[in-house]
């Protein structure tokens, strides 16, 4: 069974350079079928590892794990952008046109959507998630559409689906008092379904959307508009392999070391009110 001392040691070990199937199997002294399903529950969890097949379907067929987190390889661009992310906490220190604006004009598009107070959305939301086959990823600031509507439908029912269907989602949000029912609605998803499937955990970051598969991601930011009598919002849209791959990446920068909602949320009630 996969505990945190295996799953550290196998980080540690390829963290160093890429290793094979066979050498992380020695290390851990297990087979390589149950190596393979460690390096895939570390990948699914923790988004530190990722495992190519090279010359795949024949007998000399390859498999290479590799780290993923974010590092040296990505270009001075992508490290100008991470550094500006990391360094800012608040949504508004930091606009996601500052991504938009290098991808390429076939791989991305723009909205802008107006929002009323109630919260009902109209960006589609629920079937942009719907169509996940591996994981959903979510930037969140405090969980507050978690009480919005897209038309008549609450949105957590999308989330719902998601879990029915046995799609892993992963949260980065402010974990705090203001925000503490928003994330017990989200964490009731799990126990209503009988899964374990949303993990949330407790990070200040400024980006605002989701990461759906490999396939898009979508970002939001408010928009101000001086005349406006209604909140404003932009979407932005983005398909291009190489950014999305970046993003999944970004967040698992923050992911990793993010504490969890359960233990920010027990601190929390140990708050004494004099």
Not at 127 to 140: C, D, P
Not at 166 to 188: A, Y
Not at 231 to 249: A, C, G, H, R
Not at 250 to 259: D, K, L, P
Request: glycine share 4%; hydrophobic share 35%.
């Amino acid at each position: 069974m996969l505990n945190k001392e295996v799953s550290q040691q196998i980080n540690n070990f390829v963290a160093q350079q890429p290793r094979t199937i066979q050498e992380i199997s020695e290390l851990i002294g297990k087979n390589w079928h149950t190596t393979e399903s460690y390096i895939q529950k570390i990948a699914q969890e923790q988004g530190t590892l990722a495992m190519k097949t090279f010359r795949g379907g024949t007998k000399g067929a390859l498999k290479i794990v590799y780290w993923k987190i974010l590092g040296k390889n990505q270009s001075n661009l992508q490290e100008m952008i991470f550094q500006k992310i990391i360094n800012s906490k608040q949504k508004g220190d930091f606009s996601p046109f500052d991504i938009y604006q290098y991808v390429e004009e076939d791989k991305r598009q723009c909205f802008l959507e107006k929002q009323e107070k109630n919260l009902n959305i109209k960006q589609d939301l629920i079937n942009s998630i719907s169509s996940a086959q591996q994981q959903v990823l979510i930037f969140s600031g405090d969980l507050s559409w978690s009480q919005a509507k897209q038309e008549d439908t609450p949105l957590l029912k999308g989330f719902e689906n998601l879990v029915k269907k046995k799609i892993p989602i992963k949260i980065l949000t402010n974990v705090d008092l203001n925000s503490f029912s928003n994330v017990q609605k989200m964490q009731e998803i799990n126990h209503k379904c009988g899964e374990d499937l949303i993990e949330i955990r407790h990070c200040q970051q400024p980006l605002r959307g989701f990461i759906v598969d490999n396939n898009f991601i979508r970002l939001k930011e408010k928009y101000f508009l001086k005349s406006a009598e209604v909140d404003n919002y932009l979407f932005y849209s983005i398909t291009d392999p190489e950014w999305v791959n970046w993003m999944q990446k970004v967040f698992w920068h923050f992911f990793s070391t993010a504490i969890s909602a359960e233990k920010r949320i027990n601190d929390l009630k140990s708050i004494k009110e004099m």
